[in-house]
């Protein structure tokens, strides 16, 4: 154990398996005995949980490191550790281009972390490998109703912009028994609302042996992603399940009728397009085309009507003519997305995207379709968000409003952000009358009467 109280700053970049992995770390430094600082200047270790998804990501996180040389040389017995995407895309080098950095560690190395502080060596580490997840660690919650889990590690596609399967390795699947006991564990410290993680959520279980022996039965231990929502909405206390991301290819009808016979699974789906043009998908090597997407789609509004679509689309991968860029927008038109997240095409180390030299896209181009694109985007959400001005939402309260103190923000069970005016506690489900919508949030008020009753 320390003999001073050790303190820690952490900073988390990227996607949601992300700030998974640093609610672990957080719970692992506290277990440890370390308790967090508000800065990196009073901080004995500075920690970074990266990412390298877009080269946007690289060089912001490029910026902050620097700083964390500075304080390293201030004073040089503090501690530089880099998780995450980065570091593990970069194991190669990250000691000899950054020789400040103490510690690196790849997704699937979360807990050496603890080794390396209580060891008693000082030269620099690294921890590669991939053989943990780090949903078997103590989490320290941001929130203290709302968890993530970690039902799988790694991708087995292959897009080929994506940096995502060398950074976090093969897909593997933790076994339902270990997931469906962690929620019920959340669930009894007042967890209510979930949100499953993996990069293909709906290929889970795939890799998992038929049968196994657990606790001395024989339980059956691959179960697929729609048989976990249902032993996940069974547990009594959990009110919300959510999950990220399905990949549009592995969507069965199975899934897509959960969402509408399981009471806690909620009426959204982020179902990433990528590109609306077949023969961009399949230079991306999506493995789906325009037809199949849209198919998809259809079924989904059959099974769910009021469901709420989101997305992830990336313009200007190379080749990408206006021709295939206007069959995007026609795909963004037709399905009337409640959100989408667009990205600019950019090249990643090591992927099969990057190598490609033919038919680039200029700057300017992509930066002119991305703002058609996010234009048509917010007009379509914009529509598609008045169907509920008038409604009353059940909105799970998340605490003060960003943008007005007098107001509370929350999430309908669509995933939109609602401002209103009322008394819910973070953590308190609220009735909440829809009175005005933005592409992005809605607005209303509590009916407070329903509270009562
Ligand atoms: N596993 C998730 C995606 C993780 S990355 C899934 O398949 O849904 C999140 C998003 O970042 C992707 O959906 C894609 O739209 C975008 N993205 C990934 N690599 C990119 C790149 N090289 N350039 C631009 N956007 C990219
Ligand atoms: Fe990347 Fe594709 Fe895997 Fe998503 S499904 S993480 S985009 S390789
Ligand atoms: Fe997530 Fe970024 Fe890694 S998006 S999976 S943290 S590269």
Redesign the pocket.
């Known amino acids: 154990m320390p003999s001073k109280q050790l303190r820690y700053h952490l900073t988390t970049f990227g ?1 949601q398996m992300n700030e998974h992995d640093s609610e672990r770390m957080s719970g692992m430094l506290e277990a440890l005995g370390y308790s967090e600082s508000p800065d990196r200047e009073s901080a004995d270790l500075i920690l970074f949980n990266t990412c390298s ?2 080269e946007s990501a690289d060089s912001r996180f490029l910026a902050h490191l620097g700083q964390a040389r500075r304080l390293k040389r201030e004073h040089p017995d503090r501690i530089v550790g880099v998780g995450g995407c980065w570091a593990q895309s970069l194991k190669h080098e990250v000691f000899a281009r950054f020789p400040f950095v103490d510690v690196a560690f790849g997704p699937g190395q979360v807990h050496k972390l603890a080794e390396f502080l209580t060891s008693e060596s000082l030269s620099a580490q690294g921890y590669f490998e991939f053989d943990g997840f780090t949903g078997r660690l103590p989490a320290r919650r941001t929130r203290p109703f709302q968890a993530w889990l970690q039902i799988s590690v790694g ?1 087995n ?1 292959a ?1 080929s ?4 399967p060398s950074t976090r390795g093969r897909e593997v699947s933790r076994p339902p028994h270990e997931l469906v006991e962690e929620v019920r564990a959340m669930a009894r410290d007042g967890v209510r609302e979930v949100t499953l993680l993996g ?2 959520v709906n290929s889970y279980g795939r890799d998992l042996p038929a049968t196994a022996i657990a606790r001395g039965e024989r339980a059956a231990e691959r179960v697929t992603f729609a048989g976990l929502l249902a032993q996940i909405d069974a547990i009594e206390g959990i009110e919300r399940i959510r999950y990220t ?1 399905p ?1 549009p290819k592995d969507m069965r009808e199975d899934v897509i009728r959960a969402h509408r016979d399981l009471e806690s699974l909620c009426e959204h789906i982020h179902l ?1 397009l ?1 590109s609306g043009c077949s023969r961009i998908l399949k230079a991306m090597r999506r493995t789906y085309d325009r037809s199949r997407y849209m198919d998809r789609v259809a079924l989904i509004r059959e099974q769910v009507p009021d469901v709420a679509l989101t997305t ?3 313009v200007g991968f190379p080749g990408e003519t206006e021709e295939d860029f206007s069959q995007t927008l026609e795909v963004v038109e037709e399905v009337g997305y409640d959100g989408a ?1 667009t ?6 180390r090591g ?1 099969e995207a990057a190598r490609i030299d033919d038919g680039l896209v200029p700057h300017e181009v992509k930066v002119e379709r991305m703002e058609r694109l996010v234009e048509l985007v917010q007009r379509r959400a914009r529509e598609r968000a008045q169907r509920f001005v008038g409604r009353t939402l059940e909105v799970l309260a998340e605490g003060p409003s960003r943008t007005d103190a007098e107001k509370l923000r929350g999430r309908t069970r669509h995933n939109k952000v609602v401002n209103f005016s009322g008394l819910a506690a973070p953590g308190e489900l609220a009735q909440v009358e829809i009175s005005a919508a933005t592409s992005q949030t809605l607005a209303g008020e509590e009916t407070l009467l329903a509270r009562a009753a």
Request: hydrophobic share 30%; charged share 10%.
């Open positions: 996607c998804i877009r991708c596609c897009c912009y994506c940096i995502v990069q293909n991301s990949h990433p990528q992830d689309i990336i997240f990205f600019i095409y950019s090249p990643r992927t």
